[in-house]
């Protein structure tokens, strides 16, 4: 079996986003931005604590992001531009905001919130779509929109 330079390099970076996924942050107010553009994407975060931010896009190839935060008032982004999509995310306490914008190819989305006051908003067009949404506590909105 023969592994080439991608395989590999995809493999040790999965793996390093894995282990990063370990490392949670404690403190508030912390930001994440993960800009991925080519190939074979992938992306993983968690964080913890209150105020921290996720913002991901990637263009271009397979996509995936993976994202969860425990605590109150996060927020995450993901734009997804071009083929396998998929995006994955979820959050815990209240008032908690998720977009999610994926354009063209396979789509998906999965979110996941609980607490109350949370808002997520998902965009898909050209393709597979597929959009689910679960909210827990009260005055929650959601905004999906399919084309």
Do not use: E, K
Not at 32 to 42: I, P
Not at 69 to 75: F, T, V
Not at 88 to 110: E, F, K, L, P, Y
């Amino acid at each position: 079996m023969t592994f080439s330079f991608t395989t590999t390099l995809t493999s040790s970076a999965l793996a390093l986003a894995v282990a990063l996924v370990a490392l949670p942050a404690d403190a508030g107010s912390n930001r994440v931005a993960v800009d991925q553009w080519g190939r074979d994407h992938s992306a993983a975060t968690y964080q913890r604590g209150h105020g921290q931010r996720i913002s991901v896009t990637q263009r271009g190839r397979s996509n995936l992001s993976f994202n969860t935060q425990d605590g109150a008032r996060n927020r995450v982004t993901v734009g997804q531009v071009g083929c396998g999509n998929v995006a994955d995310t979820a959050q815990h306490g209240g008032r908690n905001i998720v977009g999610v914008s994926q354009i063209g190819c396979r789509n998906d989305a999965t979110v996941t919130q609980q607490g109350h006051r949370n808002a997520i908003g998902v965009i898909q067009t050209g393709r597979g779509n597929t959009a689910n949404a679960t909210q827990h506590g009260n005055g929650n909105v959601v905004l999906i929109i399919q084309d």
